[in-house]
């Protein structure tokens, strides 16, 4: 999910904010990239688990620094519609009751909401993504 690029940042990052006694400073980077090599592992594990393989998708479609500018927005873009459409309508369906309209009618009206919502951050996120 994080590069080795930004990993290495990461751990850079972090070693100039902790000291550890006794190790020099290449050992101490060196401790903290496997600790967080490690910790990748397990926290995509964890997202995955608690909120989604969807989510995991986002984030790597947000990460990946090897993806040119305009595709990662696609892809994110997609991932946000795909979440919303196959996740949050169904579920956001079964917990709303709408007097004078069905299941397929309450279940359409708030994919146009979600939709224009979805809209709106995409085009905040296009923003963001092009600074």
């Not at 972090?14 to 926290?43: C, D, G, H, R, Y």
């Not at 359409?108 to 905040?124: F, N, T």
């Amino acid at each position: 999910m994080i590069s080795e690029h930004q990993l290495a940042e990461i751990a850079d990052k972090v070693n100039s904010q902790i000291n550890i006694p006794m190790l020099s400073e290449k050992k101490e980077a060196q401790l903290f990239l496997m600790a967080l090599k490690k910790m990748e592992t397990k926290l995509e594990q964890l997202l995955r688990k608690e909120i989604g393989d969807e989510a995991v998708v986002f984030l790597q479609g947000l990460l990946d620094e090897t993806m040119p500018h305009a595709e990662r927005v696609a892809g994110v873009e997609g991932t946000i519609k795909r979440f919303l459409s196959n996740v949050i309508v169904p579920q956001l369906n079964e917990r709303l009751d709408l007097p004078f309209l069905d299941e397929e009618q309450e279940a359409q009206l708030i994919d146009k909401v979600l939709g224009e919502l979805a809209a709106h951050v995409i085009k905040r996120l296009h923003a963001s993504l092009s600074k």
